[in-house]
């Protein structure tokens, strides 16, 4: 079973960054989808950005492009999300999730709906002042 743990959310100001990170179990394995979503009040849960642990290869929600870069380091079973040029719209719950032995290409995560994800974090706060 794989476990999550966000951190690193804060409320800082439109046009501000922040660094989340999320660490994984240690023995998860290699190979696997891992990604962020985030939920504001009243909204579903939505993706925002994927990565397939194996190829490195990242994905990420339209509306996050060139703004958000999802990256990991697998020595240190660290997940993390570099968020810059933030908006009062990315504010919300963010969530560090991942699926092992999943069938659907890890391409799609960014819109996917959350049950399709199986391992969740707690979720971490940012809060994106104007």
């Known amino acids: 079973q794989v476990q999550l743990q966000e951190s690193g959310g804060d409320s800082v100001q439109a046009g501000g960054s922040l660094l989340l990170s999320c660490t994984y179990s240690?023995?998860?394995?290699?190979?696997?989808?891992m990604g962020w979503f985030r939920q504001s009040p009243g909204n579903e849960r939505e993706g925002v950005a994927g990565?397939?642990?194996?190829?490195?290869?990242?994905y990420y929600r339209d509306s996050v492009k060139g703004r958000f870069t999802i990256s990991q380091d697998s020595a240190k079973n660290t997940l993390f999300l570099q968020m810059n040029g933030l908006k009062p719209e990315d504010t919300a719950v963010y969530y560090c999730?991942?699926?092992?032995?999943?069938?659907?290409?890890?391409?799609?995560?960014?819109?996917?709906?959350?049950?399709?994800?199986?391992?969740w974090g707690k979720g971490t706060q940012v809060i994106v002042s104007s």
């Open positions: 240690e023995y998860a394995g290699s190979g696997f989808c």
């Open positions: 990565i397939y642990t194996g190829s490195q290869k990242t």
């Open positions: 999730a991942a699926i092992v032995g999943g069938t659907w290409p890890c391409a799609t995560l960014p819109n996917r709906d959350y049950r399709d994800m199986d391992y």
